[in-house]
């Protein structure tokens, strides 16, 4: 093992493992509703405002986690989030109501809105681009592996031991995880810090709400029409606002002057479109195994493990893939790749064989991790030093985004298809935008993770 790291490998652990926990308790609770409405005694469409009210409040905490990691240092931020999320992880496990139940979960996504963005600077501050393929690596793992394991671990749990140990589990990893943090995190990582842009965040958390609370009732099937119209409305009203505001006041929230660097803006404008399709595809093919085929639950969430195999096979391979042929190459081949394999289950059918049907899902899930690993490094690597907390933080900010509207695009997607098979070359044709992104961007875009100096 290299041991002339510029990064830290137990905070990058730690960091991996508290991104793990963030994304996990977003989608976990799914399968579990009916169990929590038989428990409390109400219908289980009540229990989505527990769903909703976490990862509404996960995206409205976002936009603050660089200032304030700034301001008082990513040891004593991260720290805090990891005691609030492990703490409101543990009254949820005993609440005896859906209030006290959503309120807790409310918490809860506040401190997972601090770990993902703070832990990330944790790791990535003060790393040498030529380490960076590296140490996001650490970090890859834990965003592609939870959305696929969630609803079958939750579901898991509340048919045998119940759904409150899916909270309660939470209690003993937190717990490792703040003591492993008070002895491996840095002391006295604050920093000189503008004033914080209080009606830009204001503005950023209204955006990241509204878009939440319209994304979750779109992916839920909800006839509530006027109110996602009018977050979508109210979303695009304030984006045009601020984003005039940001480019001319001084001090703002983001600074969106970074966005003129390449790998910055290929990362994340073409990168969250990205994020967005393959967030969405386990969702889809669950769909289409279930409803179109006919499939138990159990071999649709047997046969989506394929998918996860995919993401881990091709892990270790992605480093050097990326380091062999650039990054231009890669995230040509991976968008354009993944959009035929995904749009290739337009053929599938009850008749097709389950090999086959594994060995699409193992390709694609192969795919998605190069892709995702390339993504996630080349949006760092031109970065400044004194730059790293914005761009941190405006890339966690479009990457909630960006899985928050995943389910919601597979439900338009299967909604707008005259059967479940057509949902997918209409969700691949949206891999032409970050193509695009991809083949604009320079032949040697990102070669600094590639130097020795």
Not at 246 to 251: E, F, K, Q, T
Not at 265 to 275: A, D, K, L, M
Not at 287 to 308: E, I, K, Y
Not at 352 to 370: H, M, Q, Y
């Amino acid at each position: 093992m290299r041991n002339d790291r510029s990064f830290s490998v137990p905070i990058a652990l730690l960091a991996a493992g508290a991104l793990f926990l963030e994304i996990l308790d977003g989608t976990i609770l799914t399968t579990a509703v009916p169990a929590i409405a038989r428990d409390f005694g109400i219908d289980a469409v009540d229990v989505s405002i527990a769903l909703v009210a976490y990862l509404a409040a996960a995206a409205a905490g976002i936009p603050a986690a660089g200032w304030l990691a700034d301001r008082f240092g990513v040891r004593k931020v991260l720290l805090l989030a990891l005691t609030v999320f492990t703490v409101a992880s543990l009254v949820c496990a005993v609440a005896p109501g859906l209030t006290v139940l959503t309120g807790a979960r409310v918490i809860q996504g506040l401190g997972g809105a601090l770990l993902v963005p703070v832990g990330r600077l944790a790791v990535i501050r003060g790393t040498d681009p030529k380490d960076l393929l590296d140490a996001i690596a650490f970090l890859t793992w834990p965003a592609l592996v939870a959305p696929v394991i969630a609803p079958l671990l939750g579901g898991l749990l509340a048919d045998t031991i119940g759904w409150r140990w899916i909270f309660l589990l939470n209690v003993p990893l937190g717990i490792i995880a703040i003591v492993a943090g008070l002895f491996i995190l840095p002391k006295n990582t604050a920093v000189n810090v503008k004033r914080f842009d209080l009606p830009g965040f204001l503005g950023a958390m209204l955006v990241m709400v509204a878009l939440t609370v319209a994304a979750e009732l779109i992916s839920r099937g909800s006839s509530a029409e006027l109110t996602v119209a009018a977050c979508l409305v109210l979303s695009a009203a304030v984006v045009c606002v601020f984003m005039v505001r940001w480019l001319r006041v001084p001090g703002r929230l983001f600074d969106l002057s970074i966005m003129r660097i390449p790998g910055f803006r290929v990362g994340n404008s073409s990168g969250s479109v990205y994020r967005l399709v393959i967030t969405a595809a386990p969702f889809m093919f669950t769909l289409l195994f279930q409803v179109a085929l006919g499939w138990s639950a159990t071999l649709a969430g047997a046969m989506v493990v394929a998918l996860f195999a995919g993401n881990v096979a091709i892990k270790p391979f992605t480093t050097p893939i990326i380091k062999r042929w650039n990054f231009k190459p890669v995230l040509v081949f991976s968008n354009a790749a993944g959009g035929l394999v995904l749009a290739s289950f337009l053929f599938v059918s009850a008749d097709t064989s389950l090999v086959l049907i594994a060995l699409l899902l193992f390709v694609s899930g192969a795919l998605r991790s190069l892709g995702f690993s390339a993504y996630n490094t080349l949006q760092f690597v031109d970065i400044p030093p004194e730059q790293t907390s914005n761009a941190n933080v405006l890339s966690a900010t479009l990457h909630q985004l960006g899985m928050s509207l995943g389910i919601a695009v597979a439900v338009i997607a299967m909604s707008l298809s005259p059967t479940a098979n057509w949902a997918f070359p209409l969700a691949a044709a949206l891999f032409l935008i970050p193509l695009i992104g991809a083949l604009s961007l320079p032949r040697d875009g990102g070669a600094r993770a590639f130097s020795s100096s």
